[in-house]
C-alpha cells in the first residue's frame, strides 16, 4: 500500500512539475522542502489504513507526520507557501490527529479486553470441573484449580512452585503431548492421553492428560487433567448396556418427551421394517401406531410419566402395513439428576403367538361344540322355535318356519353358536337329518319350513330321507317348504339344481332365503325351479325410507311372478311396512310384527299362533 502511496505522489510531481516551473529555475514542487515534508506525512497516513492492527511505530508516524504538518503551517505563517502545500499540510494534519486519536482508543480497549480476557480465563480454570496445572519449561507449577486440588489432594499452596513430575505426574507430562517439561510443542491443544497420576495419599489415579503450549517465550504450558475412574466404570457399563440393547431380538425404543424416536435397534428394524436412519428423529405414534390408536397410547405415556411403568399389548403398524401384535413394556428415561427425560420401550412380536393361540382356542371350542352337538342329537336336547308366516292378503298364518335351538345347562343356544362348528364336520348332515325327522313329523299337524345346510345340497341320499320321513309320520309333501339360503345354492348350483327337482317331484315346496344377499343376479333363477323367494330383510326394514330398497323388492316381485313363484318378506316390523308389501304385491311377511320365534310347547298357548290353523284364522 505504501509502495502504491508513494508512486501516486511521484506522478502527481511530475504532472504538476511544468505548470510551476519557471524559465531558467529548477522545478519549485521538487525543491520545495516544505511541500517534500508534508509529502512524507501524507504517505505515512495512506500507509496507517483503517482497520489494520496498530504496531509499535504507528503512533510514531502519525505524530511524526502530525509535527511536520505544523512545522510547515507555521513556516507558512513567517514566508508564504504555496497553496497545494499549505492544503496539503492541513489535511495530514487532520488525517494524524484522527488517526492518532483512533490508535489511542483502539489501545485502551485492546488493555480493557486482555484485562477482561485474563479475568474470564483465571475464572474458567478455577471453574472447571477437569484439574487445570500450567507449568513452565523446567515442570514447575504455576498455576493450580480447585478441581486439582480435588483430584490429587494437594492445596494451592502446596502445588504452586512443586515439580509437577515429582508431585502428581511421574516422569513428568505425557511423551508425545501438546508440550512437555522439555518444551517441544506443536503449540495446539493435543487429544486427551491416557496415564496414571498419584495423589497426596500415593493412590494411582487414572487420568487422562491434554496439554497446550500457552506462551512462547518464556515456554508455559497448561495441562488438563481428567478422572477417567468413574468414566471408565460407566463407559463399561454403557457398552455393555449398548451391546445388550444391539443383540435383542426385541425392539428397544427410546424417545423425547416430544416422542421423537432417539434411540431404534435392529430388533425395532427387524420388527416395524424401518431402518434406523428413518426412524430416528421423527414421532413414534406416526411411525407405528395406527392413528386411531394414538388415543390409547397416550394413555399409555401418561401411566409410564406417573406411574414409572406400564405394560400391555398393542397392535402397531409395520412399514409394510402390516399389522403387528405386540407385547410393549415402557418405563421412564431419567436424567442424572433424576429428572424424566424420555420414554423407553421394549416390544415384542406375539402376532405369530396369538394366531396359533386363537386357532388352537377356535381348534377347543370347535370341538367342545361337536362334543355338545353330539349329546344333543343322542339325548334329545335339540328342539325347535317356530316363527309364523302370515298370507298378506289374507292375514292368517300359511306355515310356521322352524327354528333349530339347543338346550345347554338350563339355557336356550341359537344356531350361531354351534352350527360353524357343525358345518365343518359330518354332525351338520346329522343336524340336517334330525331337522327334516322332527320337521316332517311337525308338518303331518299344520305347514311348516324347514332349513337345510348347504351340504346337504349335495348328500345323494337326502332325498330318500325325506321320502321315509314323508311315509312315516304320513305326512303331506305340500306341507313342507325346504329352504336353501341363495349364497349356498348358487356357489353348487348343480347340486341344489338336482335337489330342488327331485324334492318338487315328490310334492314339496322349495324357497331361496335371504335372497339379494349373495350375486345379486336373477339369472340363476332359470336353473333353479324352486316355489317361493323369501327377500333377506336388509331391503325391507328401511322399505318405507328408502327409494332403493322400493325399487328392488319390486324388481323381485316382477321376476318371481315371471317365473311363477311366491315371494315371502323378512323382518317385517311395523304395520306401515306391511301395508307398503301388500301394495307391491308380495305373497307372505315374516317378522317381529307377524310374530317373534317362540318355543313349540308355548304355541298351544297363543290363539292364532297354533300351527294346528284353519285356512282362514287370522294371526293375533
Known amino acids: 500500500m505504501a509502495v502504491l502511496v508513494g508512486a501516486a505522489l511521484i506522478v502527481i510531481e511530475i504532472l504538476v512539475q511544468p505548470t510551476t ?23 505515512a497516513v495512506f500507509f496507517l489504513a483503517d482497520g489494520v492492527e496498530a504496531s509499535r511505530v504507528d503512533p510514531m508516524l502519525m505524530a511524526g507526520a502530525a509535527l511536520g504538518a505544523i512545522v510547515v503551517l507555521a513556516w507558512d505563517h513567517f514566508s508564504r507557501l504555496d497553496v497545494v502545500t499549505v492544503g496539503l499540510a492541513v489535511f495530514v494534519l487532520v488525517a494524524a490527529v484522527g488517526k492518532l486519536l483512533r490508535l489511542i482508543a483502539r489501545t485502551r480497549r485492546a488493555d480493557a479486553r486482555a484485562v477482561t480476557a485474563e479475568t474470564t480465563h483465571t475464572a474458567s480454570i478455577e471453574a472447571s470441573l477437569d484439574g487445570v496445572v500450567t507449568v513452565d519449561a523446567r515442570g514447575i507449577i504455576h498455576e493450580w484449580n480447585n478441581a486439582a486440588g480435588d483430584l490429587f489432594g494437594y492445596s494451592k499452596s502446596e502445588a504452586i512452585g512443586r515439580n ?63 478422572d477417567t475412574s468413574d468414566t471408565r466404570r460407566h463407559q463399561a457399563e454403557n457398552e455393555h448396556l449398548a451391546a ?87 418405563f421412564p428415561i431419567r436424567s ?141 309333501p305340500a306341507s313342507v317348504v325346504f329352504e336353501i339360503t341363495e349364497t349356498a345354492a348358487v356357489e353348487n348350483i348343480d347340486a341344489a339344481r338336482r335337489l330342488v327337482e327331485q324334492l318338487r317331484e315328490i310334492g314339496c315346496g322349495v324357497a331361496v332365503d335371504d335372497f339379494g344377499t349373495g350375486y345379486g343376479s336373477f339369472i340363476y333363477l332359470r336353473h333353479l325351479p324352486v316355489t317361493e323367494i323369501k327377500i333377506d330383510m336388509s331391503f325391507i326394514q328401511d322399505l318405507l325410507r328408502s327409494e332403493v330398497d322400493q325399487r328392488v323388492v319390486e324388481s323381485i316381485v316382477m321376476v318371481a311372478r315371471n317365473f311363477g313363484m311366491t315371494t315371502v318378506a323378512e323382518g317385517v316390523e ?31 298357548e297363543h290363539p292364532g299362533l297354533s300351527i294346528d290353523v284353519d285356512a282362514g284364522q287370522k294371526v293375533s
Open 21 to 43: 516551473t519557471v524559465p531558467g529555475t529548477s522545478s519549485v514542487l521538487i525543491e520545495d522542502w516544505a511541500f517534500r515534508l508534508v509529502l512524507v506525512g501524507a504517505a
Open 574 to 604: 311395523n304395520a306401515a311396512t306391511l301395508d307398503m308389501l301388500g301394495g307391491m304385491g308380495i305373497d307372505f311377511a315374516q317378522g317381529y310384527h307377524v310374530g317373534r320365534p317362540a318355543p313349540m310347547e308355548r304355541i298351544a
Open 164 to 226: 509437577v513430575g515429582d508431585l502428581i505426574l511421574p516422569g513428568g507430562l505425557p511423551a508425545g503431548s501438546g508440550g512437555d517439561a522439555a518444551g517441544n510443542s506443536t503449540g495446539a491443544l493435543e487429544r486427551r492421553r491416557e496415564t496414571i497420576g498419584v495423589d497426596a495419599g500415593g493412590r494411582r489415579v487414572p487420568i487422562e492428560v491434554s496439554v497446550a503450549r500457552i506462551r512462547e517465550d518464556p515456554p508455559m504450558f497448561t495441562a488438563f487433567i481428567h
Open 336 to 476: 442424572e439428576a433424576g429428572e424424566i427425560i424420555g420414554i423407553s420401550s421394549s416390544a415384542h412380536d406375539i402376532t405369530d403367538r396369538l394366531h396359533r393361540e386363537q386357532r388352537e382356542h377356535q381348534d377347543a371350542n370347535a370341538q367342545l361344540w361337536r362334543r355338545r352337538i353330539e349329546t344333543a342329537l343322542t339325548t334329545g336336547r335339540f328342539h325347535f322355535w317356530s316363527q309364523p308366516v302370515i298370507a298378506i292378503r289374507g292375514g292368517h298364518i300359511d306355515h310356521h318356519e322352524l327354528l333349530l335351538r339347543m338346550h345347554l345347562n338350563g339355557r336356550t343356544v341359537g344356531p350361531a353358536e354351534f352350527l360353524p362348528s357343525a358345518e365343518n364336520s359330518e354332525l351338520i348332515t346329522e343336524i340336517d337329518r334330525w331337522a327334516i325327522d322332527h320337521g316332517v313329523e311337525l308338518a303331518a299337524r299344520g305347514s311348516v319350513a324347514i332349513n337345510l345346510s348347504a351340504r346337504s345340497l349335495s348328500n345323494p341320499r337326502l332325498i330318500d330321507h325325506v321320502r321315509a320321513a314323508m311315509e312315516a309320520h304320513d305326512t303331506r
Open 244 to 330: 445388550i440393547v444391539r443383540s435383542s431380538e426385541d425392539a428397544i425404543i427410546s424417545r423425547d418427551l416430544d416422542g421423537l424416536v432417539t434411540v431404534w435397534n435392529h430388533g425395532a428394524q427387524r420388527l416395524y421394517g424401518y431402518a434406523a436412519e428413518e426412524a430416528i428423529g421423527k414421532p413414534l405414534k406416526e411411525l407405528v401406531v395406527p392413528r386411531e390408536r394414538w388415543e390409547k397410547q397416550d394413555q399409555i405415556d401418561r401411566t409410564v410419566l406417573t406411574s414409572g411403568s406400564a405394560a400391555t399389548m398393542a397392535l402397531h403398524n409395520s412399514k409394510d402395513g402390516a399389522e403387528r401384535h405386540v407385547s410393549l413394556r415402557a
